[in-house]
């Protein structure tokens, strides 16, 4: 008896030797097709890394404050910055006897900013502003009698 093998289409007996297969008529010379995922696995990857990119944006979204007051108040003695975000409103508070000295920077950018630089090293900013305020500085060390540092950085190397 001749030696026969099975077609992968239909599952036919057919004769070692034929090209094809008599009954549904299969190329045997044709190479097997693989399966081939690179594709299914790209889409899967694109969509994760499209996820990242959505939630890293929401979160940034999110901790970016809608409103943002700051008060420098002789009556309390102190600086409160409140800020209302998505979550809900925030508020931090800073007293005068905690501030070491004010700075008031001129940015090479062009932006000038006031900040208050507590005795631990911290510093937070009071106010921010496109056009000089070294008024404004001058008003705010004179009310929490500290010495006020200017800091030009409009200077190159």
């Known amino acids: 008896m001749a030696a026969t093998k099975e077609c992968p289409s239909c599952g036919e007996e057919v004769p070692e030797s034929a090209k094809r297969c008599k009954s549904c008529f299969h190329d045997f010379d044709e190479p097997a097709k693989s399966t081939n995922w690179a594709g299914p696995i790209a889409l899967l990857v694109s969509l994760a890394a499209m996820m990242v990119v959505a939630v890293v944006t929401l979160l940034w979204i999110v901790s970016q404050p809608q409103e943002q ?6 009556g309390s003695q102190s600086i409160i910055w ?9 508020t931090d508070r800073l007293e005068f006897k905690d501030i070491s000295r004010l700075e008031y920077v001129a940015h090479a950018s062009g932006g000038y900013e006031i900040a208050a630089v507590t005795h631990d090293g911290g510093r937070k900013i009071i106010q921010e502003s496109t056009s000089p305020i070294n008024g404004e500085a001058k008003k705010y060390a004179a009310m929490m ?3 006020l540092q200017e800091i030009d950085n409009t200077r190159g190397f």
Do not use: M, N, W
Request: zero cysteines; proline letters at 11%.
């Open 145 to 147: 009698d500290r010495p």
């Open 69 to 74: 007051k700051i008060l420098v108040d002789e």
């Open 82 to 90: 409140t800020a209302t975000y998505v979550t809900g409103p925030s």
